[in-house]
């Protein structure tokens, strides 16, 4: 079992750059491809970024590739995503997730454990 914990969000100007972080419980986080999903009000929960377990591979969806950067340490058993250059559009919950698969999912199908989400905001 493992419990993700995300942190980081809130109320952040157009152009800014947060880090999101989710921490998670338990001793096998190395043994996960983790992954942040977002979900904007009246909206489909939708992939944003994934990375492997060693953090050598990452994918992103096209909506943040170039902005966004996802990347881990498994020392610190952390997943972290680096937002630049937000957009009012980026207003999302944000959730983090974690799947046994063996390669880079971007459907949620594929991810068992989920943190409680946290929210980000972009004001124009």
């Known amino acids: 079992q493992v419990q993700l914990v995300e942190s980081g969000g809130g109320l952040v100007q157009a152009g800014g750059s947060p880090r999101l972080s989710c921490v998670a419980s338990?001793?096998?986080?190395?043994?996960?491809?983790m992954g942040w999903f977002r979900q904007a009000p009246g909206k489909e929960r939708e992939f944003v970024a994934a990375?492997?377990?060693?953090?050598?591979?990452?994918g992103y969806a096209e909506s943040v590739k170039g902005r966004f950067i996802i990347s881990r340490d498994n020392a610190k058993n952390t997943v972290y995503l680096q937002m630049n250059s937000l957009k009012p559009e980026d207003t999302a919950v944000y959730y983090c997730?974690?799947?046994?698969?063996?390669?880079?999912?971007?459907?949620?199908?594929?991810?068992?454990?989920w943190g409680q989400g946290t929210q980000v905001t972009v004001s124009s």
């Open positions: 997730a974690g799947s046994s698969s063996g390669t880079l999912r971007v459907s949620a199908t594929f991810y068992r454990y």
């Open positions: 338990g001793r096998t986080f190395s043994s996960y491809i």
């Open positions: 990375i492997s377990r060693n953090g050598g591979s990452t």
